[in-house]
C-alpha cells in the first residue's frame, strides 16, 4: 500500500494490519484518535470484561486519564498500576510489583491487562498477562514509536536478568493492537528518533523498496503527524506480522527481527541499561551498522552498503558507533561476553543476523568469536 492510501485524518477510519494465527488472530489499529475508542474496543471484545491498566509514570501524566474516560465512558471496571519509567521496570521486582496489583485488583483470568506506554511497559506488562492465572488475555496500546512498530506485535513479553537483557519471558499473544499516532506527538526528539532504528531495520531486512522509500521520505516520517508516518508504521507493522504469522515462536526467520540487536543488547548490558547514556531504539542503530559492517568485513556485502545504512541512520541523528556511547570504557573482551550471554547462542555457537547488502539480510549461525572479537577491536579504535 502507498503512503497516500494510509488514512490520515482524525475523523478517518484506522489503517488495520491484521496478523493471521488461526484462532489467535487479533488486529493492530493505527490512527489519530484511538486513545478515545480503547473503552468501546475493548468492551467490544470482552463484554463486561473489567480491566488493569499498567503504564509507567511518564506516559501516566500525560495518558492514563484519557484512557480512563474511556474505559468510563465504555461502562468497564478498571485499576491501574504505574511502575517507574525505563528499562530498569523489565525486572523481577517490577514484575512481582505489578502482578500483585493485579491481584489485589481481583482480576479475573477472562479480565484485561491493559498495556499503555513504552516497550517496557508492554513487554512487562505481558509478561504479566502471560504468567498469572497461567494465562490472561491483553490488550496494547502502544505510546511510543518504538512500541507501535516493534514489540506491541508478536507476543514476545519479558523482562530483564541480571545476566541480560529478555532472558526472562514468554510467548503471548494480544488480543489487540491499538496504535494511537497522536500519541507520538508527545514524544521527545529523542524517543522518535529511537523508534525510527526499528523502523528501518524492516527495509534492511527484506524489503529494498521500503528502505530507498524511507531514504526519500525521512523527513516527512519526522514532521507532521500525516500519511507519511502512518505508512511507515503500518508498512513496518505489516512486516512484523508476516514474520509473526510465519514464525510465531522464532525457529526460523522470525529471528530476523534481531538484526543488530545481538550487538545493542551487548552495549545495552554494558551500560547498565542507563537510558541517560543509551536507549534501547539507539542500541538497535549502533548494532544494526556494526552488523552490516560486519559483513562487509567478511566479504558478504558491499562497503558502499554499510557506509549508506550508517550515512541513514546518522542523517535522523542516531548513533552508529560504540564511541557514540557516553563514558563507553569496555573492550571488545567485554562486548563479546555479553552477546555470548544473549540469548540467540545455540550451545555456545553465536547467532548473528548479517547482510548481503541493503534489503537481503540473513540468519549467520556459528559465527566465529575470534572474528567478532577483531572486528571490534577495530571499531572500538574508530572515531
Not at 489503517?15 to 489519530?32: C, E
Not at 503471548?172 to 522518535?192: I, K, N
Not at 552498503?305 to 558507533?321: C, I, K, Q, S
Request: net charge neutral.
Amino acid at each position: 500500500m502507498t503512503p497516500d492510501a494510509e488514512a490520515s485524518g482524525t475523523g478517518s477510519a484506522p489503517t488495520r494490519v491484521p496478523v493471521g494465527l488461526g484462532d489467535r488472530s487479533y488486529d493492530i489499529l493505527i490512527g489519530p484518535g484511538l486513545l478515545a475508542q480503547a473503552g468501546a474496543r475493548i468492551a467490544a471484545l470482552a463484554p463486561g470484561a473489567a480491566c488493569v491498566v499498567v503504564t509507567d509514570r511518564h506516559v501516566a501524566a500525560r495518558h492514563l486519564p484519557a484512557l480512563g474516560a474511556s474505559l468510563d465512558a465504555a461502562g468497564l471496571r478498571h485499576a491501574a498500576v504505574v511502575v517507574a519509567p525505563g528499562e530498569g521496570s523489565k525486572s523481577f521486582d517490577a514484575y512481582a510489583e505489578v502482578c500483585g496489583a493485579v491481584l489485589d485488583a481481583r482480576a479475573e483470568r477472562g479480565d484485561i491487562v491493559v498495556a499503555l506506554g513504552g516497550g517496557v511497559v508492554g513487554d512487562l506488562a505481558g509478561f504479566v498477562a502471560a504468567t498469572l492465572k497461567r494465562g490472561m488475555r491483553f490488550v496494547q496500546v502502544p505510546t511510543s514509536l518504538l512500541a507501535q512498530v516493534d514489540s506491541s506485535v508478536g507476543g514476545k513479553t519479558g523482562i530483564n536478568a541480571p545476566q541480560g537483557k529478555n532472558l526472562v519471558g514468554a510467548f503471548h499473544q494480544p488480543s489487540l493492537v491499538l496504535a494511537d499516532t497522536g500519541c507520538l506527538d508527545t514524544l521527545s526528539p529523542r524517543e522518535f528518533r529511537a523508534g525510527y532504528a526499528e523502523v528501518a531495520k524492516y527495509g534492511l531486512i527484506d524489503d529494498a523498496a521500503f528502505f530507498d522509500w524511507l531514504d526519500g521520505n525521512r523527513a516527512a516520517v519526522f514532521g507532521e503527524n500525516g500519511p507519511a508516518r502512518r505508512h511507515a508504521i503500518a508498512q513496518s507493522c505489516r512486516a512484523k506480522a508476516a514474520v509473526v504469522a510465519r514464525d510465531e515462536h522464532e525457529h526460523g526467520d522470525r529471528a530476523l527481527l534481531n538484526l543488530g540487536h545481538t550487538f545493542g543488547h551487548a552495549l545495552e548490558r554494558l551500560s547498565r541499561y542507563d537510558g541517560t547514556r543509551l536507549v534501547h531504539g539507539e542500541a538497535v542503530a549502533i548494532g544494526i551498522a556494526l552488523a552490516f559492517r560486519f559483513s562487509a568485513a567478511q566479504g558478504l556485502c558491499p562497503m558502499s552498503d554499510a557506509d549508506r545504512v550508517a550515512a541513514h541512520l546518522r542523517a535522523v541523528g542516531l548513533p552508529t558507533r560504540i564511541r557514540d556511547v557516553p563514558g563507553w570504557t569496555d573492550g571488545a573482551e567485554a562486548i563479546l561476553d555479553a552477546m555470548m550471554q544473549d540469548k540467540k547462542v545455540t550451545r555456545g555457537r553465536l547467532n548473528l543476523i548479517l547482510a548481503r547488502g541493503i534489503g537481503r539480510s540473513f540468519v549467520a549461525p556459528d559465527v566465529q568469536a575470534e572474528a567478532v572479537r577483531g572486528f571490534l577491536d577495530d571499531e572500538l579504535v574508530k572515531d
